[in-house]
């Protein structure tokens, strides 16, 4: 069965340094998202991406955030800067065609902020 | 901001007892999706409810939608402790963009 992969599992990194995130979506899905999960919150969502740009953003995702599918496969969250309150559980999700409801979730990358 | 507010938070029943989860917003939705969260794990989508009073079941898990689409429940009868877990609603507030609950967390035990 298709699944959403992640990696890494686990990224642990200081704080100020760069971080990208990676996702690789289910292969023919046209929806993607990123979501954060900070230890015992609850998800919030991130950002959409839609043929090939951004199509909608929270206020979380402010400048230090940018997404990019590189390569038609790959769909990247970078931190810029990272603080420590980044810190999170960081949840990629792919959906396929207009008029379907189903979000499949990856499972996920910790990134822990020193 | 469109907020949806889950109750109650935490839930621990014994074996074979039934539970309601409440998902609540002052917002109205398109539709509404309840997952559950494993430990480690994605939220996996148990059901989309879309018009308002819908109700649907799984199972031993009954799902309703509010007729003004603002609020929606999960009932489970006779609980499982497979049925242990973190519950979350989420509102879809377009085609791009899911807001999630606080999450109900359950505890069935043996």
């Known amino acids: 069965e298709p699944e959403v992969t992640q990696t890494p599992s686990h990224q642990v990194t200081q704080m100020g340094q760069e971080v990208i995130l990676r996702c690789v979506p289910i292969?023919?899905?046209?929806?993607f998202y990123w979501y954060r999960q900070i230890l015992g919150q609850k998800v919030e969502f991130l950002v959409s991406?839609?043929?090939?740009?951004?199509?909608?953003k929270s206020e979380i995702f402010d400048d230090q955030f940018s997404v990019e599918r590189p390569d038609g496969s790959n769909f990247t969250l970078k931190i810029r800067s990272t603080k420590l309150e980044d810190s999170a559980m960081y949840f990629c999700?792919?959906?396929?065609?207009?008029?379907?409801?189903?979000?499949?979730f990856g499972p996920g990358t910790r990134l822990t902020v020193l | 901001t469109q907020l949806l507010e889950q109750s109650p938070q935490f839930l621990s029943i014994q074996e074979g007892e039934n539970l309601t989860v409440y998902c609540n917003s002052s917002?109205?939705?398109?539709?509404l999706q309840w997952y559950r969260q494993e430990p480690g794990e994605g939220p996996v989508l148990l059901v989309t409810?879309?018009?308002?009073?819908e109700v649907k079941k799984l199972k031993r898990l009954t799902f309703q939608f509010g007729d003004a689409r603002k609020d929606s429940s999960l009932h489970i009868t006779a609980a499982q402790p497979g049925d242990t877990g973190l519950y979350l609603c989420?509102?879809?507030?377009?085609?791009?963009?899911?807001?999630f609950g606080t999450g109900t967390r359950l505890k069935v035990l043996a």
């Open positions: 409810v879309v018009t308002g009073g």
């Open positions: 917002s109205v939705f398109s539709s």
């Open positions: 991406f839609y043929n090939n740009e951004i199509s909608e």
């Open positions: 999700a792919s959906k396929g065609a207009v008029g379907t409801d189903t979000q499949y």
């Open positions: 292969s023919n899905h046209l929806y």
């Open positions: 989420a509102g879809v507030g377009g085609t791009y963009k899911y807001i």
